[in-house]
T-cell receptor, first 112, second 117 residues
Framework: GQNIDQPTEMTATEGAIVQINCTYQ??????LFWYQQHAGEAPTFLSY????GLEEKGRFSSFLSRSKGYSYLLLKELQMKDSASYLC?????????????FGKGTTLSVSS | KAGVTQTPRYLIKTRGQQVTLSCSPI?????VSWYQQTPGQGLQFLFE???????NKGNFPGRFSGRQFSNSRSEMNVSTLELGDSALYLC????????????????FGPGTRLTVL
């Protein structure tokens, strides 16, 4: 079956670093995505990993280990505007289908 | 490029009614996927259309259906509405082809908030 797990909630303070973990079990693997969703808004793309390793993009980094079915999103120098839901999603198929399987999301609250 | 648009943005229906939601993808994108988002279940995949054909389907009852037109615009229909169908329905478009630096990145519309009374 398809299963993606991530913590429900996390809290952190401005300027800190936070790591949001995601574990997955899916039938096939064609890449892992992280999306950010502010309350009342559409999800927006943050990162994509298809090979093992770390992808860094500014304050955000994402790591993937395919053998462990594990990823994390690392947010540095947290700002209040980073308060949002962070969604881990896997593209489970090896063909060209674009369907994504999402975790339930991690709500991050950043306080001053 | 204009983003993904969805209409209507808000909808209130009663049990037993049916509803049709519309999605216009980003120009040039051939794939449209539909998702249901609820607080308890998160984002759940409904179905994907590519070049007017349903390419993938999630685990939803047959009351949920969709179609795609030749201009890539898509509609989804829910018949015999139930209270549990109250949710945010998100449409996402993508070029629909594998590969590329962002894989099969999906671009989401603002969603349609459906309330079933």
């Amino acid at each position: 079956g398809q299963n993606i797990d991530q913590p429900t909630e996390m809290t952190a303070t401005e300027g800190a670093i936070v790591q949001i973990n995601c574990t997955y079990q899916t039938s096939g693997f064609n890449g892992l995505f992280w999306y950010q969703q502010h309350a009342g808004e559409a999800p927006t793309f943050l990162s994509y990993n298809v090979l093992d390793g770390l992808e860094e993009k500014g304050r955000f980094s994402s790591f993937l280990s395919r053998s462990k079915g594990y990823s994390y999103l690392l947010l540095k120098e947290l700002q209040m505007k980073d308060s949002a839901s962070y969604l881990c999603a896997v593209s489970p198929r090896g063909e060209t289908g674009t369907a994504l399987i999402f975790g339930k999301g991690t709500t991050l609250s950043v306080s001053s | 490029k204009a983003g993904v648009t969805q209409t209507p943005r808000y909808l209130i229906k009663t049990r037993g009614q049916q509803v049709t939601l519309s999605c216009s993808p980003i120009s040039g994108h051939r794939s449209v996927s539909w998702y249901q988002q609820t607080p308890g279940q998160g984002l759940q995949f409904l179905f994907e259309y590519f070049s007017e054909t349903q390419r993938n389907k999630g685990n939803f009852p047959g009351r949920f259906s969709g179609r795609q037109f030749s201009n890539s615009r898509s509609e989804m229909n829910v018949s015999t509405l139930e209270l549990g169908d109250s949710a945010l329905y998100l449409c996402a478009s993508s070029p629909g082809l594998a590969g590329g630096p962002r894989g099969n990145e999906q671009f989401f519309g603002p969603g349609t908030r459906l309330t079933v009374l």
